[in-house]
């Protein structure tokens, strides 16, 4: 336990935030004052629901998923932790690399067998190398779609031939924090597999990462068991009421989905434009580029008022920068401060691409 290293994160001050891959627009003022109306009528010396039912009939609604197969928890990371404790336990926990730090950290942290198998060229689903891990015995495989931190989103016929390889001794856990700005998902498909489950978040599209609401959408079996992991009575009132409030709010958040992808968008192709900048497609909120001077880059755009977040260090990432998308103003200035930090390394290149 001692060996292992906690989950790391470095704030910075800068005024323009775009490294954490969080909605740009904050919740309405009439919503937060709808809430906190709502809030005010609730009794705070009560424990909260021991599961919040009615929000949890309010997505399977919206998903056509039963509701005894929806459990919200506090944040998609603890129903990570949780998924990890019920099939990984004992057992073997498979991911890629890169993806997501907190699947591998709780594996480690949980002493569960790690298989970490390496992405293929431009981060292309190892689909080969991860049927053979999972063939070696029961355990669990996290996979996210659209990938993090990549961006790029695995086909539904990748995806469906990993399920039914797992059949009755590999859970498959999707996670698709980022789903709706890919303006695809995998419900329907993982509920025609026992052995499938599929995992969101309030914190992207809905802009509720300070609220750290997740949900996972499982057959009920793997649902009970799931809440057998979690701590009880740990979604509180004000998650519940501001959750329930964003979900009534389905043109709101397919407007800022749609922002968000217009902006993606943009940034790629101004991106694409800079020379020896490398943008790699994406189907999320943010933009994976490669350059020839990541810290040199990074550094500039530090000074530049700009945070973004380095991925240089992770396997197969070389290179490798993440810019969260912003609004259209944010992405304005990181779009003229990243022209002026690549200025340097290019005419070290020479100009070349």
């Not at 057998?228 to 409030?245: C, D, E, G, H, R």
Request: glycine content about 6%; aromatic content about 6%.
């Amino acid at each position: 336990m001692k060996a292992l290293a906690p989950y790391h994160f470095t704030p910075h001050p800068e005024p323009i935030k775009l490294d954490q891959n969080e909605s740009p627009d904050d919740v309405p003022e009439l919503i937060k004052v709808r809430v906190m109306q709502q809030l005010a009528g609730v009794a705070w010396n009560r424990y909260p629901e021991l599961s919040p039912a009615k929000l949890e009939g309010k997505l399977a609604a919206k998903h056509e998923w039963p509701t005894a197969g929806v459990v919200v928890a506090n944040g998609s990371n603890t129903l990570i932790q949780a998924l990890t404790i019920v099939a990984g336990l004992g057992r073997k926990v498979i991911t890629v690399a890169p993806t997501f730090a907190v699947y591998a950290a709780q594996a480690r942290l949980l002493e569960a067998r790690l298989i970490e198998v390496p992405l293929g060229a431009d981060f292309a689903l190892p689909s080969s190398a991860l049927l053979s891990a999972m063939a070696g015995g029961p355990g669990v495989l996290f996979l996210a779609n659209p990938a993090a931190p990549t961006g790029n989103l695995y086909s539904a016929a990748q995806v469906e031939e990993l399920i039914a390889a797992g059949a009755d001794q590999t859970l498959v856990v999707i996670d698709e924090a980022y789903a709706e700005f890919a303006g695809a998902d995998l419900v329907k498909l993982v509920a025609r597999y026992p052995n499938a489950v599929i995992l969101r978040t309030f914190s992207k599209a809905f802009g509720l990462a300070g609220a750290r609401v997740g949900y996972a959408l499982a057959h009920a079996e793997v649902a009970q068991e799931v809440r057998k992991a979690l701590l009880p009575f740990s979604v509180n009132p004000w998650q519940v009421a501001v959750a329930s409030a964003l979900l009534d709010e389905e043109d709101l958040v397919s407007a800022r989905v749609q922002h968000v992808k217009d902006e993606r968008a943009r940034i790629v192709a101004a991106l694409a434009a800079m020379p020896g900048v490398r943008p790699f497609p994406s189907e999320a909120n943010f933009v994976l580029f490669r350059t020839s001077d990541p810290a040199g880059v990074y550094e500039r755009l530090l000074a530049a008022g700009i945070v973004i977040r380095r991925q240089d260090h992770l396997p197969g990432a070389a290179g490798c920068l993440r810019v969260s998308v912003g609004t259209s103003s944010e992405n304005d200035a990181f779009i003229t401060a990243c022209r002026s930090a690549v200025e340097p390394q290019s005419l070290v290149n020479g100009g070349a691409r």
